[in-house]
Each structure stands twice: as C-alpha cells, then as structure tokens.
C-alpha cells in the first residue's frame, strides 16, 4: 500500500450534473472555466466549487476517500436576489421556502435561469474574472 494523499478537486456543476479535475491548489482565480459551456448557455454550466479527498492505491487499484472540505459555490454570472423579490416572484412557493430553506434570505438566479439558495459561503461572480478555455 502507497501511503494515503490528500487530493485537491474542482468540481464544474451543471444543472443535471458535474465534472470533476484534479488541481495544485485551491485558488478560483486560477480556475480555467470551460469555454464552450461559458459560451453556451444551454450546456447548463452554472459553476464550480472546491474540496478534497484521501486517495491511496491498494494492490494497484486508486481507492477514493470521501469529499471533505467543500467550498461555498463560484455560482458563474448570477443574480442575487433577497428573499422577499423570490417570493414576489413565485407568491405559491412561500410555503415550501419557509419549511426547506428556513434560513435562506438571498438566492441566486443563476446563469440557465435555475433559482437556489445562496448560502453564506456562496459566491456570485462574472465570468470574465476567469480564463476561458478555448474548447
């Protein structure tokens, strides 16, 4: 057995799924965004977040840890919004935001038009703060 490494992960999220990477380090302004998804808004992309996992090879077979360490979300060229313009917006979920996100005072609009809650550890960014790349 080959002593166990911490690894370093982005995770791209998009709408119905996500993509991961291995990094160096956890620095969002040393991300490079996927460009054609920037460029497409019906590839889903919405953003991207961090976090890290014990990997350790077994016999030659790479055995992963769980996820530890998640970063808030880079949601990529949303919009917040409080919770009283949500609400304006959509009067007959006030019901359902009051018993699933009790806490959830901002949300965020985001790139595909998909409403979630924006938590403390959430960021909103535009995306020319990023290198795009060219695929």
């Known amino acids: 057995m080959i002593e166990p490494t ?12 996500s993509n991961t990477q291995e990094i160096q ?5 040393k991300i490079e965004l996927p460009g054609d998804h920037i460029r497409r808004l019906h590839s889903g992309f919405i953003g991207f977040r961090f976090f890290d996992r014990l990997e350790a090879m077994v016999e ?19 919009q917040v919004i409080s919770k009283e313009e949500y609400l ?3 009067p007959s979920l006030k019901g359902l935001i009051a018993y699933n996100f009790p806490n959830a005072n901002t949300f965020v609009i ?13 960021r909103v960014v535009p995306s020319h703060q990023f290198t795009v790349s060219s695929v």
């Open 60 to 78: 030659g077979e790479v055995l992963k840890g769980d996820r530890k360490k998640l970063s808030g979300i880079f949601y990529i060229d949303g």
């Open 88 to 90: 304006a917006r959509h």
């Open 6 to 17: 911490v690894k370093q992960y982005v995770e791209f999220l998009y709408e119905r799924h």
């Open 25 to 29: 380090e956890r620095d969002p302004t």
């Open 110 to 122: 985001t790139r595909t038009g998909i409403d979630k809650p924006l938590k403390e550890e959430d």
